[in-house]
């Protein structure tokens, strides 16, 4: 990589295309100071997003205005709660170019994947021929990646632990990319779902989802996209990704925690068993048997979190309003900033693509002679949150032979001075420790 500085330390400042000053305005929790009055630097969006007023306004006023059980009830305030819950099952279809009636609210991306696992292995034993389509055994195949969150991870060895199915991987290369060169052997004849994540939470890599759409349709496997890190990051059209299924986290995308999207084309989430059982997700109950209702509602057993669809609607409302193209171009921007700044510092190591191309704003690092944890705790000391760790992704580090990186990701309300801070937080950090 080189670095466009105009003078040493400094990348290139483009102008961004949002308005951070007034973004930051949106957010109550950037307004407070850390550690001895310091401006709180937020560098974890990756792992949780802060929330702006306007969600936040959304949850209090379905609480204080509608609340009651969607679904249920014959009342003016369950009617009101229930339209409330499909207005934001509608619009948040929309964002990703999907009708209401293929998006499944889940807690979160992790019990996304999960609902997809159980349904799967569920399958093998359902009673309904047409519920066994998908069923999942011995001798077929699990697809995942070396890149992967422990959540599109452990789902599937679980699975393949339950039914005797063998779960296989696609490797990377040593520039922190998907390796395809053997994507025609290890997805194959045998293979029944692919899963891969759009965008990497630890590299930052965004993934090229098309080949191995292609791939895993022509023989005739399912994908699953997992789009934590790029549904809040990108546009993401469903149409246009060509997956099966596609899993992403409220919590990331400026909505509140508790809320999480299974979207899946009706035809294939038509054809799968549940995953959880119990009220409003059934036809006819009887004491020797049940049916169940279909899809999205057979895949919400038990009273919903209403407030959290709502607030999470809000925030697609956000995030629309300033145009995902524009959150999109932001970030590269900074990311480009970022890696400049970064490689202006002896010992700093970026642990994933040195250049923006198809890269997301995750960058993660580590800084010769000190810990990632060390590193942390001086970036802490400084007002500056980043993660610090495995990221939950266990086999991208140990395939980079580093035991844990430092990372900082960026959002809608990420400035350049945040990244200024960064870069000054590591040098405070080599200076402390007598490394430079
Ligand atoms: N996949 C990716 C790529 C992630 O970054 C995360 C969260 N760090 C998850 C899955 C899991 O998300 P959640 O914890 O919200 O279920």
Redesign the pocket.
């Known amino acids: 990589m080189t670095a466009t500085a105009s003078r040493p330390g400094t990348g290139a400042q483009t102008p961004l295309p949002l308005d951070v000053e007034a973004i930051r305005a949106d957010f109550p929790i950037l307004s407070r100071t850390v550690r001895d009055g310091k401006r709180l630097v937020y560098l974890d969006s ?2 949780t997003s802060q929330k702006p007023r306007q969600v936040l306004d959304a949850e209090r006023w379905f609480y204080e205005n509608v609340n009651a059980a969607p679904h249920r009830g014959a009342h003016q305030l369950a009617e009101e709660a229930t339209g409330a819950y499909e207005d934001a099952r509608a619009k948040i279809g929309a964002f990703i170019g999907a009708p209401e009636t293929e998006i499944v609210f889940t807690r ?4 996304a994947i999960n609902l997809v696992a159980y349904a799967l292995s569920n399958a093998a034993t359902a009673k309904e021929p047409e519920f066994r389509t998908y069923a999942v055994g011995q001798g077929d195949e699990i697809v995942v990646t070396e890149m992967e ?1 422990h ?2 991870l452990l789902p599937w060895q679980q699975l393949c632990e339950r039914t005797g199915a063998t779960l296989r991987w696609l490797g990377l290369t040593d520039d922190g990319r998907l390796d395809l060169s053997d994507l025609d052997t290890v997805v194959n004849e045998r293979t029944k779902l692919v899963s891969v ?1 759009q ?3 630890i590299l930052g890599t965004i993934n090229p989802i098309a080949p191995i759409v292609e791939r895993a349709h022509e023989v005739g496997a399912l994908v699953m996209v ?1 789009g ?2 790029s549904v809040p990051h990108q546009p993401v059209d469903v149409q246009a990704l060509g997956a099966d299924f596609l899993v992403f ?1 409220g ?2 995308m400026l909505g509140p925690t508790g809320v ?1 999207v299974l979207w899946g084309r009706y035809e294939v989430l038509d054809k799968l068993p549940p995953f959880l059982t119990g009220g409003s997700m059934i036809e006819v109950v009887r004491m020797e048997a049940s049916t169940f209702m279909p899809p999205p509602q057979r895949f919400e057993a038990g009273v919903p979190m209403t407030a959290q669809v709502v607030g999470l609607g809000a925030a697609v409302d956000y995030l629309q309003a300033l145009g995902m193209e524009n959150v999109l171009a932001h970030e590269e921007a900074l990311t480009a900033y970022a890696l400049e700044e970064l490689a202006e510092i002896p010992g700093v190591t970026v642990i994933g693509p040195a250049d923006t191309v198809a890269r997301g704003g995750a960058i993660s690092f580590t800084v010769e002679g000190i810990h990632p944890h060390d590193v942390g705790q001086v970036l802490d000391d400084l007002g500056i949150a980043v993660r610090v760790g495995h990221h ?1 992704a266990w086999p991208v580090v140990r395939r980079y032979g580093v035991p844990a990186t430092t990372r900082a990701t960026f959002y809608v309300h990420t400035g350049y001075d945040d990244i200024d801070a960064l870069a000054d937080g590591i040098r405070a950090a080599q200076k402390f420790f007598g490394t430079v």
């Not at 979160?108 to 019990?111: D, F, S, Y």
């Open positions: 990756g792992a979160n991306t992790t019990e969150h959540a599109n994540t965008q990497s939470n997992d934590a890190q986290s919590h990331k999480g939950c």
